[in-house]
């Protein structure tokens, strides 16, 4: 998975500096309201409502978009959007299977954007349950190291329920059982360690190499999915090794 993850973050990283700004403020958005609408507007007695709002300064998302989008979801303020989630499951090339998460108000827009841009990028629909055995649901937290060091990460985390530490190169990720991303969490804090973002995920239980070609179309695959307006997260059970990564860089 170490591929995987170096590509998930340093393409999170860019995605914060170039044109696609907009749009992750806008999936970021619509996390805040729907925490709120599902969970209470309260951040402290609401932990995902919490982490959305947590995540979305993290990524230098303006304070008023915030609390706006807060008071929508908790009904303190008219505009709130009927936000449905969908999840599409589908296979990119090489084999590669995908869960595509959706939070949409409109499920017909969402399921041709999805197609369309498998179908154009050498991907296809699955059946629902097809691939999503071959994912599991955890909790993954992104700690900068910023002079921390991973016996540091592991001291504070391990008693909390962390099942692991990686390296990917720029930060720490941590991975635990969903239901224990909050103890693990709160334990970094309460260790005075800052973190980038706590979020669940779904971590495939198999993966599959990729050679050069390969990960390129599926890189494409994936990007043009995370263009729609509808789509909030892609997953993937794929792996690229450092060496086809710097390929690609090159």
């Given at each position: 998975?170490?591929?995987?993850?170096?590509?998930?973050?340093?393409?999170?990283?860019?995605?914060?500096?170039?044109?696609?700004?907009?749009?992750?403020?806008?999936?970021?958005?619509?996390?805040?309201?729907?925490?709120?609408?599902?969970?209470?507007?309260?951040?402290?007695?609401?932990?995902?409502?919490?982490?959305?709002?947590?995540?979305?300064?993290?990524?230098?998302?303006?304070?008023?978009?915030i609390e706006r989008a807060?008071?929508?979801?908790?009904?303190?303020?008219?505009?709130?959007?009927?936000?449905?989630?969908?999840?599409?499951?589908?296979?990119?090339?090489?084999?590669?299977?995908?869960?595509?998460?959706?939070?949409?108000?409109?499920?017909?827009?969402?399921?041709?954007?999805?197609?369309?841009?498998?179908?154009?990028?050498?991907?296809?629909?699955?059946?629902?349950?097809?691939?999503?055995?071959l994912f599991n649901r955890?909790?993954?937290?992104?700690?900068?190291?910023?002079?921390?060091?991973?016996?540091?990460?592991?001291?504070?985390?391990?008693?909390?329920?962390?099942?692991?530490?990686?390296?990917?190169?720029?930060?720490?990720?941590?991975?635990?059982?969903?239901?224990?991303?909050?103890?693990?969490?709160?334990?970094?804090?309460?260790?005075?360690?800052?973190?980038?973002?706590?979020?669940?995920?779904?971590?495939?239980?198999?993966?599959?190499?990729?050679?050069?070609?390969?990960?390129?179309?599926?890189?494409?695959?994936?990007?043009?999915?995370?263009?729609?307006?509808?789509?909030?997260?892609?997953?993937?059970?794929?792996?690229?090794?450092?060496?086809?990564?710097?390929?690609?860089?090159?």
């Open positions: 998975m170490s591929g995987h993850s170096k590509w998930a973050t340093t393409k999170h990283k860019k995605a914060a500096l170039d044109a696609k700004r907009g749009k992750l403020f806008a999936k970021l958005i619509k996390n805040i309201e729907v925490a709120a609408r599902t969970g209470g507007g309260d951040p402290d007695a609401n932990p995902t409502l919490y982490d959305a709002i947590f995540k979305a300064k993290k990524n230098s998302v303006p304070n008023d978009n807060r008071k929508r979801g908790a009904g303190e303020e008219a505009g709130g959007a009927d936000w449905q989630n969908i999840t599409y499951e589908g296979y990119a090339p090489g084999g590669v299977a995908l869960l595509v998460e959706c939070l949409t108000d409109n499920r017909n827009r969402a399921a041709s954007e999805v197609r369309v841009a498998l179908t154009r990028n050498g991907g296809s629909l699955a059946d629902p349950g097809s691939v999503a055995y955890k909790g993954v937290i992104i700690v900068p190291k910023d002079g921390t060091s991973e016996d540091d990460v592991m001291l504070a985390v391990l008693d909390a329920g962390a099942e692991e530490v990686n390296d990917l190169g720029e930060n720490f990720e941590i991975v635990c059982e969903a239901g224990d991303l909050i103890p693990v969490r709160t334990a970094l804090q309460e260790a005075g360690i800052d973190y980038e973002s706590a979020d669940s995920s779904w971590l495939p239980s198999v993966s599959v190499p990729l050679d050069e070609d390969n990960a390129r179309k599926v890189f494409r695959l994936i990007e043009a999915l995370e263009d729609s307006d509808d789509v909030q997260d892609v997953y993937a059970n794929f792996d690229v090794s450092d060496e086809v990564m710097e390929q690609i860089g090159a």
